[in-house]
């Protein structure tokens, strides 16, 4: 009978801690909202004749999309509000559900649409954040143009 409970208290044991969450295993996933802390990172922005300085997030997705640099596009018109050109292949994102989009915002929509904001507006779309331009003056004047040529350099 006590051989019976030994084992019994075994395969007790041997459950709990096949059922028990092991945090090296099982490392800790983001909950969903991006890591838009400001880096020091910068990148030079080239639209048409006007030259921008933008500052990147400091995320994954940012720092993926400064290793494609330097990077000529045709950003194409939508909206009268937003810049965007898909790229050939994804990055890798973390995008937030709607809220406040702001003038000069570098985003990802999905994962390869890149996309600049040139007005703030409220929106239910999802996006992953990049970075953001903050000479907004110069910005509107740039964008008013239909589709543009822009260059992304490293600073």
């Given at each position: 009978m006590k051989i019976v409970t030994?084992?019994?208290?075994?395969?007790?044991?041997i459950s709990l801690f096949a059922c028990s969450k092991n945090n090296d295993a099982n490392p800790i996933q983001?909950?969903?909202?991006?890591?838009?802390?400001?880096?020091t990172t910068?990148?030079?922005?080239t639209v048409g004749t006007e030259v921008f300085t933008a500052i990147l997030y400091d995320?994954?997705?940012?720092?993926?999309?400064?290793?494609l640099f330097p990077l000529t596009i045709n950003m194409?018109?939508?909206?009268?509000?937003?810049?965007y050109f898909d790229l050939p292949n994804p990055l890798p994102t973390n995008a937030s559900v709607g809220?406040?989009?702001?003038?000069?915002?570098?985003?990802?929509?999905g994962t390869n649409?890149?996309?600049?904001?040139?007005?703030?507006?409220?929106t239910s779309y999802s996006y992953t954040k990049l970075g953001y331009i903050d000479n907004l003056t110069l910005l509107a004047r740039a964008l008013c143009n239909g589709n543009v040529v822009f260059k992304f350099e490293n600073n």
């Open positions: 030994v084992i019994l208290m075994c395969f007790a044991c983001n909950n969903g909202s991006p890591n838009n802390n400001p880096s910068k990148m030079k922005i995320n994954p997705s940012a720092t993926a999309f400064k290793a194409t018109e939508l909206n009268n509000n937003e810049k809220g406040d989009i702001k003038a000069g915002d570098l985003t990802l929509y649409t890149l996309v600049l904001f040139s007005k703030s507006f409220n």
